[in-house]
């Protein structure tokens, strides 16, 4: 295992570096600068800014001057907000981002296992159909139309929670369940396939023959190798969780990464765009290998190749 993670480390250093040699070319290249949107100044200060930022340096000298501050682990200083760097804003906002991922991650694992799971135990019945139906829903609503209307229904309409915010814990529950429940849907579908697929097999009849009651086959036989196509999806699903975060945290007035993410494209921040960027890459990319690592402990018949 250690060498498989070594290799699969080494592997990724290649996709860090076209990331991020893609983002700071393709963010140069949009019209309009980090300067642009503010006051009209003198071109005295403009070239002030420029320099001291290194701006009026050719295009090929900014791009190996931030290779090099990148590898001194300084994601360099922040345009739109001078007196903070790159590097405190990540650490100030990363844990919100993570904090609303890892509730969302756990709604849609709380929601779509059980439907997943009860739909394949009872194929074909009403219960099958109805949570079927509901996974169906939960798949054509996105997000953005979903927090929305959480925040008509039940933040305005009942005033049972805060329409925005991230003070109490009760300001996690709307936007936690509007970006879970997407990827709940995918997860019952995928838990109810993977499911049946196991229940049809030798060692499941087999169980049931030596008088396993249904409780202990689903659970203790065929519980684990059902999940396999989840634990699979689990890797796009977290990627899909960190990026659905720019829609929810803006919605939702989060004080989060995805949110100043977004901003700082607006606002032509270039540094902090490209620390955001790496960032996601690598969280995506360490998620991805975990995954991995869990598939081979699920499956024996896998190896570390």
């Known amino acids: 295992m250690i060498r498989f993670v070594a290799q699969r480390l080494i592997q990724t250093l290649p ?11 393709m963010i140069r290249f949009v019209p309009g600068g ?21 701006l009026n340096k050719p295009l090929y000298r900014q791009y190996l001057d931030y290779c090099s501050s990148i590898l ?36 849609a694992l709380g929601i779509g296992l059980p439907m997943g799971i009860l739909a394949a135990v009872r194929r074909n019945t009403w219960v099958d159909y109805a949570c079927s139906s509901a996974a169906m829903v939960g798949i054509c609503i996105p997000t953005f139309v979903l927090g929305p209307l959480l925040i008509l229904l039940l933040a305005i309409q009942f005033g049972l929670f805060n329409a925005s915010g991230w003070y109490a814990p009760i300001d996690r529950v709307l ?19 993977g499911m049946l697929e196991i229940l049809n097999q030798d060692f499941i009849r087999t169980a049931r023959a030596k008088g396993a009651s249904e409780t202990r086959v689903v659970l203790r036989h065929a519980l684990r190798g059902g999940l396999t196509p989840v634990v699979s999806f689990l890797g796009p699903a ?27 494209a607006l606002n032509r921040d270039y540094t902090l765009v490209l620390g955001t960027v790496i960032v996601y890459a690598a969280f ?12 081979v402990w699920m499956n024996p018949k896998l190896r570390f190749e």
């Open 15 to 25: 996709v860090i570096w076209v990331i991020i040699t893609v983002t700071f070319f």
């Open 34 to 54: 980090p300067f642009t949107a503010e006051r009209a100044v003198t071109p005295e200060i403009m070239r002030n800014l420029e320099a001291h930022y290194g």
């Open 72 to 107: 001194r682990g300084d994601l360099g200083p922040s345009f739109k907000y001078p007196t903070r760097s790159v590097n405190e804003i990540i650490a100030d906002k990363l844990p919100v981002s993570a904090e609303l991922g890892m509730w969302s991650l756990a709604v």
């Open 175 to 193: 936007p936690s369940v509007t970006l879970g429940c997407v990827y709940a849907a995918y997860v019952a579908r995928l838990t109810r396939g």
């Open 238 to 264: 977290i990627a899909g969780v960190v990026t659905g975060s720019f829609v929810i945290e803006t919605i939702f007035q989060i004080p989060g990464i995805g949110r100043e993410f977004v901003n700082s």
């Open 284 to 295: 995506i990319i360490a998620m991805n290998l975990v995954v991995d690592i869990v598939l």
